[in-house]
Nanobody, 131 residues
Framework: VQLQASGGGLVQAGGSLRLSCAAS????????MGWFRQAPGKGREFVAA????????????YYADSVKGRFTISRDNAKNTVYLQMNSLKPEDTAVYYC?????????????????????WGQGTLVTVSS
């Protein structure tokens, strides 16, 4: 599976950006998709994830506390793409953002917050928020 992230850039505090991640996988709709970020000098941090829930009847979204209420993860299975809408951006959101995909056949329940829970990673897109 190849993942191509895009949409990063420079934005002022309080502004918005939308990140996109296009996947090459035909069975994309069943994959757990996540966004992580890594600021300079820091480790990779969970941002958001989206996966099947309710026995496969709907998608559930999960967020880090630091972005809850400001960021929204969504997916368009027809386009094999997952999005991260980022609003009310803060300087502390500055980081390289990575999208990740977990194969549903090997995914371990509850690991969507962990980098090790994912099999595939995109190349990262830089988001810089100026104060």
């Amino acid at each position: 599976v190849q993942l191509q992230a895009s949409g990063g850039g420079l934005v002022q505090a309080g502004g918005s950006l939308r990140l996109s991640c296009a996947a090459s996988e035909r069975t994309f709709s069943s994959y757990v998709m996540g966004w992580f970020r890594q600021a300079p000098g820091k480790g990779r941090e969970f941002v958001a994830a989206i996966r099947w829930s309710g026995g496969g009847t709907y998608y559930a979204a999960y967020y880090a506390d630091s972005v809850k209420g400001r960021f929204t993860i969504s997916r368009d299975n027809a386009k094999n793409t997952v999005y991260l809408q980022m609003n009310s951006l803060k300087p502390e959101d500055t980081a390289v953002y990575y999208c990740a995909a977990a194969n549903p056949l090997t995914y371990s329940s509850g690991t969507y917050r962990l980098p090790d829970g994912y099999n595939y990673w995109g190349q990262g897109t830089l988001v810089t928020v100026s104060s």
